[in-house]
């Protein structure tokens, strides 16, 4: 028996300064783990199925905004879209399950479709992909953001695109604890000179 779903009521999705279809964003509805090899990648995928569990991560942030490289949008969504046409009952049924039985689930699926491919159609033509969720403020912000981006003024903070800013300090981030392992590595004796000295010469 279906559990008592709440109602949703999703906030509006904004990308590139257009308002989408409010279900856009809502990827996860479609269960997409299921028909992706469980976001699972291949080993020689350099943008595979976890680029896609990663980005549907990303897109129903409410009140922030986010982005992502053009092409790898266009690469994630449009294997989305492929799953979708090839999995359409199955996806339908997936969405049944998560929303209350007043929603259409194909209308639902049409919406989260034509989402994807407005997205891939306004970062094809603008050159970037910026999105929030949220209300009319957050639609001037990301304007905003847009604005100072297009202009890369020197005395403006913060004018890169947000997935350059978090991947470049997730990777200083880990890059900082793979030092300290390697020079606690080095300070155990257990290294010729030679190998230490190569450590220890490392910039931070």
């Not at 695109?161 to 004796?189: F, K, V, Y």
Request: glycine share 6%; with cysteine.
């Amino acid at each position: 028996m279906k559990k008592h779903l709440q109602k949703i009521q999703p906030s509006s999705f904004y990308f590139n300064g257009k308002e989408l279809p409010k279900w856009s964003a809502h990827w996860h509805l479609c269960s997409f783990d299921e028909f992706l090899n469980g976001f699972e990648d291949d080993w020689d995928e350099f943008i595979g199925y976890k680029h896609i569990r990663l980005l549907q991560c990303r897109l129903d942030h409410s009140g922030k905004i986010e982005s992502e490289e053009p092409l790898i949008l266009k690469v994630c969504g449009l294997q989305v879209l492929q799953t979708m046409l090839a999995h359409t009952d199955e996806i339908h049924e997936k969405i049944k399950q998560g929303v209350p039985s007043e929603y259409s689930a194909p209308d639902l699926f049409y919406n989260i479709a034509e989402g994807i491919s407005k997205m891939i159609s306004l970062s094809h033509q603008d050159g970037f992909a910026f999105w929030t969720n949220g209300c009319e403020n957050d639609l001037k912000r990301l304007n905003s953001y847009i604005s100072r981006f297009r202009n890369n003024s020197p005395d403006t903070e913060g004018i890169e695109p947000p997935h350059i800013l978090e991947r470049r300090s997730e990777l200083t981030l880990r890059s900082r604890n793979q030092l300290t392992i390697l020079r606690q590595m080095g300070q155990e004796g257990t290294l010729n000179k030679q190998l230490r000295s190569l450590i220890f010469q490392l910039p931070n």
